[in-house]
């Protein structure tokens, strides 16, 4: 259990509304990361993080933000929800794995899941 | 990104070996190659990864092709909690638009392994 948790785990929202998601760990990992699962798509990355205030985007981070202003938490943002943005959302994180090579090492460990409705 | 072609769907029965196929024509000379399975309403989790040689930890096997153009995710013994959708994922070490590393995982469709008891 690398320590990840996402809040809320359920939400149902309508559109137009601002909605913020919330990734925490308890390890102190450097790289957080968002991504969006949706039918047909698997998974897709929205934005990461590789520190604290340091946050790029991913392939699909148009409508979300996030930020990092502590290294335990990542919050990602819908500033006027949509009904496309219907989805379940997951953080993870990059822990410290086994393998060879040093970049090898470094694996993601992925939160529950927040399953999130725009009405 | 190097992209990966899996099966839609797999079916095995329990306590049989699995071999999941996976194709990756144009890896490049640094790619790792990764498998994540993802269980019914979970987050997706790490099984296994290499480069260039088989790998074995105690989840599962990686073979993966001289040539590195495939692989395949070995269960050597199915069970039903095995039941999921795997993915094999050639991880992209590159650096981001921030300038910052990203060490990134691009998730294909995966393959559904339905085992059977």
């Known amino acids: 259990d690398a320590g990840i948790t996402q809040s809320p785990r359920h939400k149902v929202t309508e559109t137009g509304t601002p909605v913020t998601l919330r990734c925490h760990q308890t390890?102190?990992?450097?790289?957080m990361y968002w991504y969006r699962q949706d039918p047909g798509h698997g998974l897709r990355l929205i934005h990461y993080?590789?520190?604290?205030?340091?946050?790029d985007k991913g392939e699909v981070s148009d409508g979300y933000s996030v930020s990092r202003s502590k290294t335990e938490d990542f919050l990602l943002t819908l500033e006027s929800a949509t009904s496309s943005q219907t989805s379940v959302y997951f953080c993870?994180?990059?822990?410290?794995?086994?393998?060879?090579?040093?970049?090898?090492?470094?694996?993601?460990?992925f939160g529950p899941g927040t399953r999130l409705t725009v009405t | 990104d190097a992209k990966t072609t899996q099966p839609n769907s797999m079916e095995s029965n329990e306590e049989e070996p699995v071999h999941l196929p996976c194709n990756h024509s144009?890896?490049?000379?640094?790619?790792?190659i990764h498998w994540y399975r993802q269980l019914p309403s979970q987050g997706p989790e790490y099984v296994i990864h290499?480069?260039?040689s088989n790998v074995n930890n105690r989840m599962a096997s990686l073979a993966i092709a001289e040539d590195r153009k495939s692989s395949t995710l070995i269960l050597h013994r199915a069970t039903l909690r095995d039941a999921a959708v795997y993915y094999c994922?050639?991880?992209?070490?590159?650096?981001?638009?921030?300038?910052?590393?990203?060490?990134?995982?691009?998730f294909g469709k995966g393959t559904l392994l339905t085992v059977n008891p």
């Open positions: 993870a994180i990059r822990v410290y794995g086994q393998g060879g090579g040093v970049t090898s090492r470094y694996e993601q460990y």
């Open positions: 390890e102190n990992h450097r790289y």
């Open positions: 993080s590789y520190g604290v205030k340091d946050t």
């Open positions: 144009t890896i490049s000379g640094t790619d790792y």
């Open positions: 290499g480069l260039t």
């Open positions: 994922i050639l991880r992209d070490d590159g650096v981001g638009d921030s300038g910052g590393s990203n060490y990134k995982l691009t």
